[in-house]
């Protein structure tokens, strides 16, 4: 057990880690205020001048005081860890990283990148960094609203503020952009890429095509019990999971045996069983 906590602690560090490179390095001198408290203290920066990393400190002090208040001890203090290591690494990387562009497109697509593999660590191995996250779910607990559209609310709020205080709407699309590649690479972090394909087969001829996949693929196959609505008739519809290589071995496989069967090809993030990776608890 306290093995897996220094593994998850670990983890969450350099997480921590790369979410402050990511903006140090390119957000927060490009004036990209990507949404939510690092975007709000960006903002605060250019205007009061004052560090990053405090001013994200100093917002969610009250955050987690009302988080402890609606939502409990163990909510508020699980992310007291990843909010005081990310202010201290923001404010104290910024003094000797480089800024490696200043062109807003490339900053805003490396520091969205960095900052979502960052989040995604931190996410990952159940840490959190505080901000509108522990803001839209003390919001929920008030007005029940789904917190997706309050985070988003209060992204978008801080992306305006953004845009009416540099004077350019240009840099807020970039913070918009941002946003939409943080998101984007954090499920990534966290389901991983697609390496598995799963098919439902809906055939005329599935016993002949279960034995097929069986022999030759040497993939399990499941046999889920279906009705059609159209013709009122019972029947098979086979689920079975592959790798990317497989996929077109499978195909000829089952238009060889029914030329007329209906496939459904669709991605999955991941599989753990017999044939592919073992459960692992992280």
Request: a neutral charge; hydrophobic letters at 50%; glycine letters at 10%.
């Amino acid at each position: 057990m306290k093995f897996k906590s220094v593994v998850e602690f670990t983890w969450v560090t350099a997480g921590v880690i790369i979410t402050a490179l990511g903006l140090d390095m390119f957000l927060i001198p490009n004036k990209i205020a990507a949404g939510g408290v690092s975007g709000a203290a960006t903002v605060l920066h250019y205007v009061l001048g004052l560090p990053v990393g405090l001013t994200m400190l100093l917002m969610n002090i009250p955050l987690f005081a009302m988080g402890i208040y609606r939502l409990g001890l163990t909510f508020g203090f699980r992310s007291l860890y990843g909010t005081l290591a990310l202010s201290v690494a923001i404010d104290g990387m910024a003094r000797f990283l480089p800024v490696p562009t200043q062109e807003p497109l490339l900053a805003s697509l490396y520091g969205g990148a960095l900052v979502g593999v960052g989040l995604g660590l931190v996410f990952r191995y159940r840490g959190t960094t505080g901000g509108t996250d522990l803001a839209a779910a003390i919001l929920r607990s008030y007005t029940g609203i789904n917190i997706g559209q309050l985070l988003f609310l209060v992204d978008a709020t801080v992306v305006l503020a953004a845009g009416l205080t540099f004077h350019s709407w240009e840099l807020a699309m970039y913070a918009l952009l941002t946003i939409f590649i943080t998101a984007w690479v954090i499920d990534l972090v966290q389901e991983g890429i697609s390496y598995a394909k799963a098919f439902f087969i809906i055939s005329d001829k599935t016993d002949d095509i279960a034995d097929a996949v069986l022999t030759r693929l040497d993939r399990g196959v499941t046999a889920l019990k279906g009705r059609g609505l159209y013709t009122n008739t019972d029947r098979d519809v086979l689920l079975t999971v592959v790798n990317r290589s497989e996929v077109s071995r499978l195909k000829e496989v089952v238009y060889e045996i029914d030329p007329a069967a209906f496939l459904v090809l669709t991605d999955v993030r991941e599989v753990l069983g017999e044939g592919f990776k073992n459960y692992r608890r992280e």
